[in-house]
């Protein structure tokens, strides 16, 4: 309202995939936006969308010590957007450490801190495939069942809720993401691609099993939505963010056989056990429908963006404009997916270095 002075939020990961959605839809809803990110180089393009940055990380010890004593470090809300999967519970513990740091010097400001803590669907395990007998959504009340790669976020991140001596805090769990830049949907592309060349599209799951996307802009105003929600409704609480219908893999592969026109169709095959996380096969094969009915009751969101099937060509012509961009995302997710198909080890040789240069942001 007119008058009123405007709430101020930090987003962790700013530059990273989600963060960085997250923090251009703060943004566009008139709040003080303040970005945290690791590298000088990336200062700019945060500042190109008005997000204010800040030059630190969780891990940066001196940086967490001097945050607790600086006024200028006060925030109505902090949206965590950060994670190193394959390293879990020291980045983790990092960043326990600067959310505290960082409430601290609200507190002192007269402000108790809302702390969003991003975690996944994932950590529910998968569902049954489309059609399969007593098939249902996983709610927030769901048992989590994370497969190994997740155990440690499941675990560690409602312990989020364990720190209300000074802040209150939300556990969001986001399915997987499309659109932009693309995240771990980009690699679909990259598959159809050469299944063009190849005039088939081979993909090893089931056709019924169940691809439940968010497009990233709609994640984005989920956090905004709960932000700006009666703090009583939403304090200590997960919410799911999903779409608002779940797509099987038999409608995005026959997108994707239109749009690019692939000659003999698609052909489905048994999976392939490769060393390391499959990005393509996570995405194709873990069968997960998840309800976002809580989010849109108790906070009035609503997703407005084209299903991934939907709009398969706008997602596609995206993507290639961020790989022809040399977007970072892009940049992640395929030296992610180098090293799932080297066992470990980027198309050079080269040892990946997974916990700081691909999974840090939220990609």
């Known amino acids: 309202m007119p008058g009123m002075k405007p709430k101020s939020v930090l987003v962790t990961g700013a530059n990273g995939y989600i963060g960085n959605a997250v923090a251009r839809a703060f943004v566009r809803a008139g709040w003080i936006t303040y970005g945290l990110v690791r590298n ?26 001097r945050s607790a004593n600086q006024t200028r470090f006060v925030f109505d809300v902090i949206v965590s957007c950060t994670e190193q999967i394959l390293d879990y519970v020291p980045h983790y513990n990092d960043t326990i450490a600067l959310l505290r740091a960082l409430a601290e010097a609200s507190n002192k400001a007269g402000i ?15 569902t049954g495939i489309d059609g399969s007998e007593d098939l249902s959504p996983h709610t927030e009340e769901s048992s989590l069942n994370a497969p190994p790669v ?5 675990i560690h991140a409602i312990k989020i809720f364990n720190h209300i001596d000074l802040f209150d805090a939300v556990v969001t769990r986001p399915t997987t993401i499309y659109g932009l830049s693309g995240s771990f949907y980009g690699p679909i592309f990259d598959v159809a691609t050469k299944a063009a060349e190849k005039g088939v599209l081979e ?3 089931d056709p019924k099993s169940i691809m439940h996307g968010t497009h990233v802009d709609d994640c984005a105003e989920a956090y905004v939505a709960i932000a700006e929600a009666d703090r009583n409704v939403v304090k200590g609480q997960c919410f799911n963010i999903s779409g608002g219908r779940h ?30 996380v499959d990005i393509v096969q996570m995405l194709i094969g873990f069968s997960q429908w998840v309800s976002s009915e809580k989010l849109r009751r108790d906070v009035g969101w609503r997703d407005n963006r084209q299903s991934f099937s939907e709009a398969v060509h706008t997602y596609r012509k995206a993507y290639e ?13 395929q030296g992610f997916v180098s090293m799932a198909d080297g066992g470990g ?11 700081e240069e691909i999974l840090a942001d939220k990609i």
């Open 247 to 276: 797509e099987t893999l038999g409608e995005v592969a026959n997108a994707l056989v239109e749009d690019y026109k692939i000659k003999n169709g698609v052909k489905y095959l048994p999976e392939k056990k490769k060393t390391g």
């Open 203 to 205: 993909l090893t799951a």
């Open 345 to 355: 080890q980027s198309t050079d040789g080269k040892v990946v270095k997974i916990q």
């Open 112 to 126: 108790r801190p809302l702390v969003m803590f991003t975690s996944g669907c994932k950590d529910y395990g998968t």
């Open 321 to 333: 404009a961020a790989v022809a961009q040399n977007h970072s995302n892009v940049q992640k997710i």
């Open 150 to 154: 997740l155990v440690a976020r499941a």
């Open 40 to 65: 000088q180089e990336t200062r700019t393009s945060l500042e190109a969308d008005e997000i204010i940055s800040i030059l630190g990380s969780a891990s940066d010890k001196g940086f967490v010590e």
